[in-house]
């Protein structure tokens, strides 16, 4: 079939009778450059769910791709239970979320099972709870975590009769997304899905979550937040948990509210250069002790705190250290666990503690599926406090604990960088930083890893290389996955990944360097950082 034949046969059977006409006309007008975006092939359902810009056609997220992507989610699920599913369903606030929540619990409803819908505009840890709350059989989060403001997602967890043990709650894997992403493909045309209200419930978690999040908070509150939700929903659950906790927050009032457009950040990214200045600016103004970022769906929490007169924002590495230490400084039991590209102070910071670590692939359906987890982060600023209430990464219970360790320390008359200090001295300087390349030709990513695999570099920063593991052949214990592993005789590492959501080749930098009882020596640990991250690029070329 033609572009134009494609697009027709679409459009009569899409539901949304904007997204009709608008793709009708095109086809009317032969306009085969406006439709070929559209009609690329029909969405990859994946680990990661779905993830596309909001717009018609096939290669686009609407009304249509939902109805049919979860009349396959629920065939799904009634042939591993054979029974009728309960399915948790929750949405962000970006554009068609609530639309999208509405027509999926339309469609769990009319094929038999229960939808569990929970308010709009609430933050995607809140729906992991859920399903572990009501025992679920799957939930569904409507949302795009922290792409750009043109993109929406549609993330599953599997819990209930599907998924048990160390996998309930989790996000689905392999192979559940291949059998996932064939009953998508055997769904009918979105108009022919029906659609029913008769078992569709509102629920509302909130107080039990709040209670649950209060729980984890150290005896420590004197402590002044300022607090962004980065035009995202994380805002009136966070502010409300963290104040009834008695610290005192300021929200960032140019971000406190959703606003699906993002407009004060050029990428609704807690990470990306520039996103904490508004933060910056309303801490400096209230003299507050610490700023806490969340992502727009509010399962990643970024930290900056004060030094020399100004802010510095953590790394995620940082903060996961100072994470883990605490939290096994309060008698924490079980497993600690972090992603292979994170840092290994995590694993010293378990050893010393008496417990368990495991260095996962990426992704926190990975990293929560660690057996007794006690605490898991990965760099990407996403950390998992509870997991046996929340098995994945959580931004409102880790600000908890970040709000609480930071008065503790106040207290005491330290700081975060005192803390990290300490751990240096304890443990060695463990430094973390990420080299990424964004490119618009894909291509350039599988150049880039060809030309690595054919010519990995002696050595790093002057270090003899004396590991070097393809983990795409298995040759890394942590699992099969795209990417190479090297490790110098000075302990240095480095991992080279393609992104698995975003067009970016990335390459996870760290170095360890003794310290003792001598000054810290972060300064030689960066420019170790810089001279590895040149000879890169100039392996790669890019």
């Known amino acids: 079939m033609t572009v134009l034949e494609v697009a027709r046969q679409w459009a009569e059977h899409d539901p949304s009778a904007a997204d009709r006409e608008y793709v009708l006309g095109l086809v009317e007008a032969g306009d085969t450059a406006a439709l070929e975006p559209l009609f690329q092939g029909p969405l990859s359902f994946g680990t990661a769910g779905l993830r596309a810009e909001v717009g018609p056609g096939e290669s686009r997220l609407n009304?249509?791709?939902?109805?049919?992507?979860?009349?396959?989610?629920?065939?799904w699920l009634r042939r591993q239970i054979d029974a009728d599913p309960v399915v948790v369903i929750g949405c962000d606030a970006r554009h068609g979320s609530a639309e999208f929540q509405k027509a999926a619990a339309g469609v769990v409803s009319a094929l038999g099972g229960r939808a569990l819908v929970l308010p709009a505009q609430n933050p995607t840890p809140l729906t992991a709870f859920s399903v572990k709350k009501y025992g679920a059989d799957a939930g569904i989060m409507v949302t795009a975590s922290h792409n750009p403001p043109a993109d929406n997602g549609y993330k599953v967890y599997l819990g209930g009769r599907v998924a048990t043990g160390a996998a309930e709650g989790v996000q689905l894997v392999s192979p559940a997304d291949a059998e996932i992403a064939a009953c998508f493909a055997e769904a009918p045309f979105a108009d022919e899905i029906e659609l029913s209200t008769t078992g569709i419930e509102q629920v509302d978690p909130r107080a039990d979550y709040n209670a649950r999040a209060a729980e984890l908070a150290g005896p420590d509150r004197s402590l002044t937040v300022a607090l962004t939700a980065m035009h995202g929903v994380g805002g009136a659950l966070g502010s409300s948990i963290l104040s009834s906790l008695g610290f005192t927050v300021s929200m960032v009032p140019e971000q406190a509210e959703p606003d699906p457009d993002f407009p004060t950040v050029s990428f609704p990214n807690p990470e990306e250069k520039g996103a904490l200045d508004l933060a910056k600016a309303h801490a400096t103004s209230i003299n507050a002790d610490i700023i806490i970022a969340y992502d727009p769906d509010a399962d990643r929490c970024a930290v900056a705190a004060p030094i020399d007169g100004g802010w510095q924002q953590l790394s995620g590495d940082e903060l996961g250290a100072l994470l883990g230490s605490?939290?096994?400084?309060?008698?924490?039991?079980?497993?600690f666990a972090n992603s292979i590209v994170s840092s290994r102070l995590l694993s010293q910071i378990a050893a010393a503690h008496g417990l368990a670590h495991s260095a996962t692939l990426t992704g926190f359906k990975w990293i929560a599926r660690t057996p007794a987890l006690a605490f898991g982060y990965e760099e990407a600023i996403g950390y998992c406090c509870d997991p046996e209430f929340v098995a994945d990464k959580d931004g409102i219970t880790a600000s908890v604990?970040?709000?609480?360790?930071?008065?503790?320390?106040?207290?005491?008359?330290?700081?975060?960088?005192?803390?990290?200090?300490?751990?240096a001295r304890v443990h060695g300087l463990y430094m973390t930083a990420p080299l990424t390349f964004r490119v618009a030709d894909l291509s350039l990513i599988s150049s880039g890893m060809a030309a690595l695999r054919a010519h990995p570099p002696a050595s790093l920063a002057g270090s003899?290389?004396?590991?070097?593991?393809?983990?795409?052949?298995?040759e890394h214990p942590s699992g099969v996955t795209e990417g190479l592993y090297f490790r110098t005789a000075a302990n240095d590492r480095v991992i080279v990944r393609p992104s698995g959501t975003e067009p970016k080749l990335k390459c996870y930098l760290e170095v360890v360097l003794?310290?003792?009882?001598?000054?810290?020596?972060?300064?030689?640990?960066r420019t170790r950082l810089d001279r590895i991250a040149a000879e890169l690029k100039d392996v790669l070329g890019m």
């Not at 009304?63 to 065939?75: F, Q, S």
């Not at 309060?330 to 497993?335: D, E, I, K, V």
């Not at 008065?407 to 751990?423: I, Q």
């Not at 003794?514 to 640990?525: I, L, Y």
């Open 63 to 75: 009304v249509a791709v939902i109805t049919r992507v979860t009349w396959g989610l629920v065939t």
């Open 401 to 423: 604990l970040v709000a609480s360790m930071a008065a503790s320390l106040k207290a005491s008359g330290r700081t975060l960088w005192d803390e990290l200090d300490e751990l």
């Open 514 to 525: 003794p310290v003792g009882e001598a000054e810290v020596p972060r300064a030689e640990a």
């Open 326 to 335: 605490y939290i096994a400084s309060r008698g924490a039991t079980g497993s």
């Open 464 to 474: 003899e290389v004396v590991e070097f593991l393809d983990m795409a052949k298995g």
